[in-house]
């Protein structure tokens, strides 16, 4: 196979006489570059279009992220707070009981207290009377301890 015959650069074309280039003054536009320059201008237009409905639809599901975001951080903080107030209720309550059985306790060892004096009152007096008691005995019993 023969090889092929290489096609003049655009340098050595003008570097060389071999090939001449026409210009033709009268050349007229044919009536398909307006209407390619229609159709460009009318895909740069739906292009823009659509890049702006492209930034228009992620911002609308950015801000709908956002807002989805922002309500769940509130339900979250809601629900913490209301733990935390039921949390405090039940300290609240527990402390109160606490108090209440400590103001009980403090009644049954003051009334302990008073029954104790009392009993001590008690036994004193019985002590005392039987220790009078035995004295009279012993001395009725022995005449000599009458003497003394």
């Given at each position: 196979m023969a090889p092929r015959h290489k096609e003049p650069t655009p340098t050595e074309a003008s570097s060389g006489s071999d090939v001449?280039?026409?210009?033709?003054?009268?050349?007229?536009?044919?009536?398909?570059?307006?209407?390619?320059?229609?159709?460009?201008?009318s895909w740069k237009t739906k292009r823009s279009d659509i890049q702006k409905s492209?930034?228009?639809?992620?911002?609308?599901?950015?801000?709908?992220?956002?807002?989805?975001?922002?309500?769940?951080?509130?339900?979250?903080a809601?629900?913490?707070?209301?733990?935390?107030?039921?949390?405090l209720e039940q300290l609240i309550a527990a402390l109160e009981k606490r108090m209440a059985c400590?103001?009980?306790?403090?009644?049954?060892i003051?009334?302990?207290r008073d029954d104790g004096a009392?009993?001590?009152?008690l036994v004193d007096a019985i002590?005392?009377?039987r220790k009078e008691a035995a004295t009279q005995a012993a001395k009725a019993a022995n005449p000599e301890i009458r003497k003394e």
């Open positions: 001449e280039l026409n210009f033709d003054s009268s050349y007229k536009p044919s009536s398909t570059i307006p209407q390619a320059m229609e159709s460009i201008d492209i930034d228009k639809d992620y911002t609308d599901k950015l801000t709908d992220l956002k807002n989805k975001i922002k309500a769940h951080y509130q339900d979250e809601q629900k913490i707070s209301d733990h935390s107030n039921r949390q400590e103001e009980k306790i403090n009644k049954c003051d009334s302990l009392h009993l001590a009152m002590y005392a009377g």
